[in-house]
């Protein structure tokens, strides 16, 4: 009644209470192997000969879990406070050895009341499905306990209980008050690690010399297929050159990098058929570790029939060679705002150099945008179906998402990738949320609301996370997340 926003936990104090003989003996298996290396540090000063543990027990009586709190958060996070209060009987005696003197210290009465805050993130398609456990303190813990030295309870000292109180609660709030925070890990870094791109490919195909004969009048109509390993994206292709066997093509492609040191470019040449398959003429990989960050490589490349071949006396024909230009350049994870700051010693730099190329200028103004759809709220439509799906349109280019069956509440979680030329600080990108029947109504389809989203302010911050109400709908909300990096 008094803090209805805070939800019961009645099932899980019943389980502290059942597994807190054993977690006594394991929580105190932890203190005591925590407390030697401490102990180590004060032996031989104040005249300490040894400090050790005589008994370590926790007690009978288990914490008490009062009630949770749980928020909703556009993070990729799930974050609850439990407030938790514990009375305790514990029975925990320190002797400490000096000058051959063993002086008992215990303690006893043990109060603990505090609101921590748990954050379990990031949130991960891999069990336990959360990376770690962030803990911090809302406020300043309450603790009162009593401490007994040769039989006699110190703390009725005058004076000494107050500053103990205060000296506790303040080292206590100095290391795990929010925003301090105590990260416990709990996946492995390599295990949770989901490949981000990190960087652009720019290849660009100046031409091809010589190549196979493949059609009927002794030519044929070659274009390049370019992609990288590793990678589920459709592959890039040049425009097709009719009947010419040393095609000039000079087309700039751009691809998304996840992995400079493993990722390899797969290059192959096709003739171009109306009719049938395409007939291979050559290929060539090239592991991108051989590029140096920044800067432009160019490569004369022998085609070959696979990436298995061996040179020897079964395959000596010749498929003719391929020109082309490659450079990698990594994304850059300050924001613009971050880089108008700096814009001072960016000039400086300018001045260095007298002329800027460009092709650099160019490269500077690529980058990436990353859209990544979560979720929609209350999506419904005038008609019986309602299974949508969501579909992203950005300068021609159209993404969509998969369609989900019978649900208002649809969580995609999928991401788009958008390589673009220069920042889009003048566009704007549009999400609709469709619904498409299925069974005798698979034609119908439906608009259940829309979102226009100006890019200026990705583009400044680096990134947004924000919920969008739908034009067109009722109570309709769609999350969406936008990452802007820069080479």
């Known amino acids: 009644m008094k803090n209805p926003d805070y939800e019961r936990v009645d099932w899980f104090n019943r389980l502290l209470s059942y597994m807190w003989p054993y977690l006594d003996k394991a929580i105190c298996r932890i203190i005591r192997s925590s407390a030697q290396p401490i102990f180590a540090d004060y032996i031989g000063k104040f005249c300490i000969e040894s400090i050790e543990f005589e008994k370590l027990s926790l007690g009978t009586l288990p914490p008490t879990i009062h009630g949770v709190k749980f928020y909703e958060t556009n993070e990729k996070e799930l974050l609850l406070e439990p407030s938790i209060k514990w009375a305790g009987n514990p029975n925990i005696v320190l002797v400490l050895k000096v000058m051959s003197l063993r002086i008992r210290v215990q303690l006893v009465d043990l ?253 500077s103004q690529a980058g990436l945008l990353s859209v990544t759809i979560q979720s929609a709220k209350d999506v419904e439509g005038k008609k019986k179906h309602s299974n949508p799906y969501a579909v992203v349109l950005l300068g021609g280019e159209k993404k969509k998402t998969k369609m989900l069956k019978k649900t208002r509440d649809p969580r995609w979680n999928e991401e788009f990738q958008f390589t673009l030329e220069e920042p889009p600080v003048k566009e704007s990108m549009r999400v609709e949320v469709m619904s498409k029947g299925t069974g005798f109504h698979f034609r119908s389809k439906e608009e259940l609301g829309h979102v226009d989203i100006n890019l200026e302010d990705v583009v400044v911050n680096g990134r947004i996370n924000q919920k969008y109400h739908l034009i067109n709908s009722r109570n309709g909300i769609i999350h969406i997340e936008i990452r802007w990096t820069t080479s």
């Open 111 to 363: 109060q603990f009341f505090a609101t921590i805050r748990v954050a379990l993130k990031p949130l991960l398609p891999t069990f336990p499905c959360f990376g770690m456990v962030v803990v911090s303190l809302m406020e300043k813990p309450h603790v009162d306990f009593g401490l007994k030295v040769l039989g006699g309870d110190l703390m009725s000292i005058p004076g000494l209980y107050r500053y103990v109180q205060e000296t506790i609660k303040r080292q206590v709030s100095s290391m795990y008050h929010w925003p301090q925070v105590l990260e416990i890990p709990i996946l492995d870094a390599s295990t949770a690690y989901v490949k981000k791109p990190v960087g652009l490919l720019h290849v660009n195909i100046i031409r091809a010399r010589n190549l196979l004969k493949k059609d009927l009048l002794g030519t044929s109509d070659p274009y390049v297929k370019l992609s990288l390993t590793g990678e589920k994206l459709p592959a890039k292709k040049t425009t097709i050159k009719k009947r010419n066997l040393n095609p000039e093509w000079n087309e700039h492609f751009k691809l998304i990098v996840k992995d400079p040191k493993s990722q390899v470019l797969q290059l192959e040449v096709f003739d171009w058929d109306k009719v049938g398959g395409h007939d291979r003429l050559g290929m060539q990989m090239i592991p991108l570790q051989k590029l140096n960050t920044g800067e432009k490589k160019a490569f004369n490349l022998d085609l070959i029939k696979n990436s298995n071949v061996v040179v020897d006396s079964v395959d000596k024909k010749k498929r003719g060679m391929l020109e082309l230009d490659l450079r990698y350049v990594p994304f850059r994870e300050e924001s613009l705002k971050s880089r108008n700051a700096n814009k001072d010693e960016y000039q400086r730099k300018e001045s260095t150099d007298e002329k800027s190329s460009e092709d650099d200028d160019f490269l």
